[in-house]
């Protein structure tokens, strides 16, 4: 067996511990849900690294509440694209409107009823 040729005194041994401290880890805020995560890292709770969804959190949810989130997501893609159809129909509505307008006014120019 391996053997310490002198004794070790409580002051070394006491200062080669004194190193042996933990530190406290230094934390950044979620841009996003404001909670302490680390720096450089992506938050573990709402899945964003620089405002980017990075990890998909939904999948450590059960299925049933999977199911519930892509539902609801699905649901609000349908209302901005129904948004995104109703102003175009409103755009091509104004447009023929003006359309009609302008041919209405050549017709009074060149007098043909
Ligand atoms: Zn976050």
New binding site residues.
């Given amino acids: 067996m391996p053997h310490p040729k002198k004794k070790l005194t409580k002051a070394a041994k006491n200062q080669r511990r004194s190193h042996h401290a933990l530190k406290a880890i230094n934390l950044a805020k979620?841009?996003?849900?404001?909670?302490p995560?680390k720096p450089h890292r992506a938050?573990l709770?709402?899945?964003?690294y620089k405002k980017r969804e990075v990890i998909d959190i939904t999948k450590k949810l059960p299925k049933k509440e999977q199911l519930k989130i892509a539902k609801k997501k699905t649901k609000e893609e349908n209302k901005g694209l129904k948004k995104v159809q109703k102003e175009a129909e409103k755009l091509k509505k104004t447009e023929s409107k003006k359309e009609d307008r302008k041919e209405g006014m050549k017709s009074v120019v060149r007098g043909d009823k």
């Fill in positions: 979620c841009e996003n849900c404001g909670k995560i938050c709770i709402c899945g964003q």
